[in-house]
């Protein structure tokens, strides 16, 4: 149950007029009241013998009368409006049940206390079975202000307690750093526009991709722009901008005006200043990317999110996080049609996983957000798509820490939202690297040589040699074993080297891990005679061992 407040000035009349009107598609349906401050206002929607619109008027007069004795000594906030909707599956609730959901939600509020003849008055209207709009004047009845200190807190409070009592879907509880929703109207204007998503959700995407991509704030406007978002800043005395808004083309009020939204109202990351932390270099010297495969720099900077997530302190960590939500923002541009949707859907779900109530240290993750600006100014570079499936194999290993980072911290919000991000990776893992597998296992050596990879494996990883040998994707690492020997790499020393990276206990399939692993270290240039001797020497003082992770949280 989402409950929304809403504060307004002046009169009730024109959110009477609105309630008991049709909507602005024809959405409303048989308005009418389900409960008063008294129990017997005017009800425009059941007095069929009169004007409806004269029993507005008297409705509206007598919900701002309180207001009215005050004359110029009135606050100026004087109209609360608070909307209250059910889930969509949650079952279509009685008149008499939303009523005491209504006086629940008053009194938590602090508008109408239980039992106080004089508090403010207040109405609920229902025009549909799956919401109420209560409004209410902020003048109590005998003329004092109600006591309505943190009432958003309170009512989100009250509202998880009548999902308990009603048997009703549980809302995760926030810390307040979530995105706002779009709006009944937002919803019903994109579907008048022939929009997938609305507006905002439209604009906050497009702004998440543009910080992620760009380096610079100029960069950042420019590639706004090219995406056909239209930018208003605001500027101070001084002429620097304090602030942007932003829209979309055809996006327009009833005076054929663009539609702003503030940055902060998108995400609370998305304002300027916000936008201006993140794109600063923040070390004191500029990181360095060494010259390479940005996929491959991404797949290992990804890799380390969770040695951070697990070892590093919070800020640090938080860093990271926002890192891989820009990351998994830019990668729908780089990966194959059939996989975009998938990926762009992961996205949208992990970005409320990016953002807590803990200050995040963005210059710790400078090295994967500059490898993922390298990729998407270059994604013909992935090649047969290993570059994109290997990174997307050790994301849903971070994704998997993610989720298990925020519960210990008690953010619900974020760790659903890290769970529903890793379905949608998985799907999309699932259709980018079973053609690379395929194509890899197409490559496979023979019997004889596979028989040498798999004697090793048997004694560097006992625990993990039987499920590797068994896996589908046993014939690809075989592969891309071979082709790290043939360009003049040591398998077994290769081998090892993949297997010392880290440990293989929370990897969902530890032949596909390696596959990548092996991949990546194959090409780069082979070591000399006296570096493979040296690696082999290491190797057998240093005999790989299972080792324990933090967190043991697999993927599924």
């Not at 798999?454 to 625990?463: I, N, R």
Request: glycine letters at 6%; hydrophobic letters at 40%; one cysteine or more.
């Amino acid at each position: 149950m989402i409950p929304k407040i809403i504060l307004g000035k002046g009169s009730t009349r024109r959110l009477i007029a609105y309630l008991f009107g049709k909507g602005t598609a024809n959405e409303h349906v048989d308005p009418h009241l389900v409960a008063s401050w008294n129990d017997f206002a005017p009800d425009p929607g059941r007095s069929p013998h009169r004007d409806p619109k004269e029993v507005e008027k008297q409705l509206y007069t007598q919900l701002d009368q309180p207001v009215a004795m005050l004359g110029r000594r009135a606050p100026r906030t004087t109209v609360w409006h608070c909307p209250v909707r059910a889930a969509p599956e949650d079952p279509i609730l009685s008149d008499a049940q939303w009523a005491e959901i209504a006086r629940r939600i008053v009194a938590a509020a602090g508008i109408a206390p239980a039992g106080d003849t004089e508090a403010c008055r207040w109405v609920a209207v229902r025009h549909a079975d799956d919401h109420i709009h209560i409004a209410a004047t902020l003048v109590r009845q005998d003329g004092r202000r109600p006591r309505r200190d943190y009432d958003i807190r309170a009512v989100q409070r009250e509202a998880r307690q009548i999902e308990v009592d009603y048997g009703l879907r549980r809302l995760k509880p926030g810390d307040g750093t979530a995105a706002k929703r779009p709006t009944s109207k937002e919803h019903f204007k994109a579907k008048r526009l022939g929009q997938d998503a609305t507006s905002r959700e439209i604009l906050r995407l497009r702004v998440r991709r543009a910080m992620a991509a760009a380096s610079t704030e100029a960069e950042f406007f420019a590639l706004l722009e090219a995406t056909g978002v239209t930018v208003r800043l605001k500027l101070g005395p001084s002429g620097d901008a304090l602030g942007c808004n932003f829209a979309l083309p055809g996006d327009t009020n009833e005076k054929g005006e663009p539609v702003f939204y503030a940055g902060s109202t998108l995400a609370p990351d998305l304002s300027l200043p916000k936008i201006r932390q993140r794109l600063a270099t923040t070390s004191p010297e500029p990181v360095a990317v060494r010259p390479g495969n940005p996929w491959h720099q991404a797949t290992a900077a990804t890799e380390r999110i969770t040695h951070h997530l697990a070892r590093s302190n919070d800020a640090v960590a938080q860093g990271q996080l926002a890192a891989l939500g820009g990351a998994l923002d830019l990668l729908p541009l780089a990966a194959p049609a059939a996989a975009r949707a998938e990926l762009e859907r992961a996205a949208v779900a992990f970005e409320r996983a990016t953002r807590s109530r803990i200050a995040a240290d963005h210059a710790s993750a400078v090295v994967l957000r500059r490898s993922v600006q390298a990729i998407w100014k270059d994604p013909a570079r992935q090649g047969d798509g290993a570059g994109l499936a290997m990174l997307l194999d050790v994301a849903l290993t971070a994704v998997a820490y993610a989720m298990y980072w925020h519960r210990t911290r008690q953010h619900a919000q974020q760790q659903a939202a890290a769970e529903q991000a890793l379905i949608h990776l998985q799907a999309a893992y699932a259709q980018i690297s079973g053609p690379v597998l395929t194509g890899l296992a197409s490559r496979a050596p023979s019997p004889q040589t596979q028989r040498r990879y798999a004697h090793h494996l048997q004694q560097a990883v006992p625990e993990h040699a039987e499920r590797i040998l068994a896996d589908f994707a046993w014939d690809a690492l075989a592969a891309v074993l071979a082709e790290a020997e043939a360009a003049g790499h040591n398998a077994t020393a290769i081998l090892d080297q993949a297997l010392n990276q880290r440990a293989l206990d929370d990897a969902h399939s530890p032949a596909r891990a390696l596959t990548w692993r092996i991949r990546r270290l194959g090409e780069r240039h082979a070591p000399g005679p006296r570096a493979q001797a040296a690696n082999t020497s290491h190797a057998a003082a240093h005999p790989t061992a299972p080792r324990s992770v933090e967190p043991q949280t697999r993927r599924r």
